[in-house]
């Protein structure tokens, strides 16, 4: 239980705080709750549960503790009322480059330009601006807005209290028929847990078997699930209303619209003698990471994105030991106006904070 933050009704679960200092929770808590006000509560969870919302929550206190003296530190927090996860991935990017000593701006403002890119930073004597994006939600929602038809179309057939879960690569009008055809034949002589369905290009797994339905609400989760054989992101989506829940996760999807829209829309943030690095979340990309890399590389060429320097992907994952640890991949763009030497060396993977 933490209480002490600034009137907010924080909640932390016993186990969880066992394994950290409590005065140092508070104090983090504290910093939020003043940094943020009652705006806290729209933005972060007051009851934690789960190991790694807390951790997100510590890294994003001690992230802004470090960047508050930076030039427009204002500006950024009232960036998490328009997206809070993009925003949230630049103050990452931001507290990994202050760390590496280098002089920061926050939104910075170009002479001439309506709008900002994210970050100045001055590294090696040189001006580099980052501008940042972060795709899932883009990605997701189409794919999203496919699932609940499906479910609508299929739900109806679950008969027999069990979790059904799709994984596909395209269905169209005939082949949902087919399927649902196909579930009312079978979900009535379901006995257990296992594959009842594996051709065409579709999956059919029975995941549980209750005893009933049970109604918990209407429920929806959309993700991009690992494919640790593939080494791969699928976008998913878990629905139960009803007590009737049906996953779904599409294969063969690729990001590479998106990725081309990222970089589009990074355009004319700054001026053109300026290098500018546009900045990717990896983890909101489907498909095999390789593939995506490999794609970025067929975006540059002697008269197209040469206002890029290069393009940066990140990831990054927490524990109780390190924080948090970055992932990075970095793309050096060769036919850029404004090249820079050694940026690479910055950009380190394994690197904690």
């Known amino acids: 239980m933490l209480s002490e933050t600034e009137e907010l009704p924080i909640q932390i679960n016993a186990?969880?705080?066992?394994?950290?200092?409590?005065?140092?929770?508070?104090?983090?808590?504290?910093?939020?709750?003043?940094?943020?006000?009652?705006?806290?509560?729209?933005y972060f969870p007051l009851k934690?549960?789960?190991?790694?919302?807390?951790?997100?929550?510590?890294?994003?206190s001690r992230s802004l503790e470090a960047l508050k003296d930076c030039v427009g530190f204002t500006d950024h927090i009232k960036e998490y009322k328009n997206d809070i996860d993009s925003t949230y991935l630049v103050t990452t990017l931001a507290s990994?480059?202050?760390?590496?000593?280098?002089?920061?701006?926050?939104?910075?403002?170009?002479?001439?330009?309506?709008?900002k890119a994210d970050i100045l930073a001055i590294i090696d004597n040189q001006e580099v601006y980052f501008e940042c994006k972060n795709p899932k939600t883009d990605i997701l929602a189409p794919i999203v807005k496919e699932h609940e038809k499906f479910y609508e179309e299929l739900h109806t057939s679950i008969f027999k209290p069990c979790d059904?879960?799709?994984?596909?690569?395209?269905?169209?009008?005939?082949?949902?028929?087919?399927?649902?055809?196909?579930?009312?034949?079978?979900?009535?002589?379901?006995t257990g847990e296992g594959e009842i369905l594996n051709r065409n290009g579709v999956k059919v797994e029975i995941t549980n078997v209750r005893d009933k339905f049970t109604d918990i609400g209407s429920v929806q989760l959309s993700m991009l699930l690992e494919n640790y054989m593939?080494?791969?992101?699928?976008?998913?989506?878990?629905?139960?209303?009803?007590?009737v829940a049906l996953g779904f996760t599409k294969?063969?999807?690729?990001?590479?619209?998106?990725?081309?829209?990222?970089?589009?829309?990074?355009?004319?943030?700054?001026?053109?003698?300026?290098?500018?690095?546009?900045v990717i979340n990896s983890e909101g990309l489907p498909g095999k990471f390789?593939?995506?890399v490999s794609f970025v590389n067929t975006?540059?060429?002697?008269?197209?994105?040469?206002?890029?320097?290069?393009?940066?992907?990140?990831?990054?994952?927490?524990?109780?030991?390190?924080?948090?640890?970055?992932?990075?991949?970095?793309?050096?763009?060769?036919?850029?106006?404004?090249?820079?030497s050694g940026i690479s060396q910055l950009f380190t993977s394994n690197m904690t904070y």
């Open 164 to 190: 059904v879960f799709i994984t596909y690569n395209e269905l169209d009008d005939k082949q949902i028929q087919d399927l649902k055809d196909f579930l009312k034949k079978k979900i009535p002589f379901i």
């Open 48 to 60: 934690i549960t789960d190991e790694s919302d807390l951790l997100y929550l510590i890294h994003l």
């Open 96 to 115: 990994y480059l202050l760390s590496r000593k280098s002089k920061l701006t926050l939104e910075p403002v170009s002479a001439n330009i309506s709008k």
């Open 251 to 278: 294969n063969n999807v690729n990001a590479y619209k998106n990725i081309e829209s990222q970089i589009k829309n990074s355009k004319n943030k700054v001026s053109k003698d300026k290098p500018l690095i546009a």
């Open 290 to 292: 390789s593939d995506n």
């Open 15 to 42: 186990d969880l705080v066992s394994k950290y200092s409590k005065d140092l929770l508070v104090k983090h808590f504290k910093f939020l709750a003043h940094t943020f006000k009652r705006d806290y509560q729209k």
């Open 230 to 243: 593939e080494k791969a992101l699928m976008p998913t989506t878990l629905i139960n209303r009803n007590g």
């Open 299 to 340: 975006l540059f060429n002697e008269t197209k994105n040469t206002s890029f320097t290069g393009i940066l992907f990140i990831r990054w994952q927490y524990s109780f030991e390190k924080l948090i640890e970055y992932e990075f991949t970095y793309i050096n763009n060769p036919f850029a106006r404004n090249q820079l």
